[in-house]
Structures are given as C-alpha cells and as structure tokens.
C-alpha cells in the first residue's frame, strides 16, 4: 500500500495516547497525514500536539489543509453542515478526513465506524482502524500478539474504543 493515511482523531490518537507512533512510522513513513481540524482537535491535549509535532519536524507525517477552492471543502462543508438526505452531520476531524483521503486517493483511517460508515461506503474509499494497523505490525514482524495485547490494553486504559477487549479478541473476530 503506498497511498498515504488521512488519520481521524480518534485513531491517531489511539497511537499517540500510548506513544505508540514509532509502529505508524515503521509501517507508514512519509504517508502520514493528519488533517488540519485534526491537529487542531488534539491540540487541545499539550503531549499529543507535541508528539505530532515532532512526527512533522522528523517529516515522517504532514499536516494537511483543505484548499477552499477544491471540492475537497465543498465535501467538508456539506458533511459538517448540510449532508445530503439520510446522511448524518459528523464531525470537523471525519469530515476533514473523509475528504481529504477521497480527493487524495488515500486511505482513512478511522475507528468511528458509527459516524464515517455510510461515507466510507458512498465514496468506496479505502479505510482501516486502529486494529488494522495493529494487525499490519503484526503481520510485519514489529508486534507479537502479546505485545498487541499490551499495546491495546494500554489503549483502552486511555479511554479509547477499538471494539474488541483485547488485541487477540479482535484478531479472531478479523481472521474470518
């Protein structure tokens, strides 16, 4: 895969919660992108903006804004604001994501199923969790299952929703 990652909120920060964003950086060097609502969002949480920040300064992830004039901000616009009938509002950082990966041709990654399903489906775009990437790091040799178990435990003590108990949990619920 060597389309980049728009990250949501909620799954970059699954990684970065745990200092977890040497695994991204193993699996997805120089593919990283973190839309501008998004960074704005972590912003609010000092560590995270300054683990981010060090991802950009090491040019190992960039920070991307929507051109106004693109309709990648048409689409932002429409999903925050006014979405089409039987589609919900969503929030700045899926939005901003969703976009972004679609006019990019990139891949969302994403953990807000409930918010982003009928978006991921409407605009057919690539899209991972949080479990995903753990399941690549696996599948790469930087992980065992233990340490995806740790690492996911760890997770969930910050508070984070990845849908399984554990790593092995959504290992068996994925391997089908």
């Known amino acids: 895969m060597t389309n980049s990652l728009f990250f949501d909120s909620d799954c970059i920060s699954a990684f970065l919660w745990v200092n977890g964003q040497s695994l991204l950086t193993q699996l997805y060097s ?10 704005n969002e972590l912003s609010s949480v000092p560590h995270l903006r ?18 106004i004039s693109k309709e990648e901000y048409k689409l932002y616009i429409q999903m925050t604001t006014e979405p089409e009938k039987g589609y919900k509002i969503i929030g700045d950082g899926e939005s901003a994501s969703i976009a972004l990966a679609k006019e990019n ?30 399941i690549d790091a696996l599948n790469n040799g930087l ?29 068996s619920k994925h391997n089908h």
Do not use: C
Not at 51 to 67: C, G, K, N, S
Not at 108 to 118: C, F, K, T
Not at 143 to 170: C, H, P
């Open 105 to 134: 041709n990139g891949v969302l990654a994403s953990n807000n199923l409930r918010d982003i399903s009928q978006y991921v489906e409407k605009y057919n775009l690539p899209h991972v969790t949080t479990g995903d990437i753990l």
């Open 50 to 67: 300054q683990r981010v920040d060090t991802l950009v300064q090491a040019q190992e992830a960039e920070i991307m804004d929507m051109d």
């Open 30 to 39: 120089k593919r990283i992108v973190i839309p501008q609502q998004v960074y």
């Open 143 to 171: 992980i065992t299952e233990s340490d995806g178990n740790q690492v996911w435990a760890n997770m969930i003590a910050k508070r984070r929703k990845l849908g399984a108990q554990s790593f092995t949990e959504y290992l």
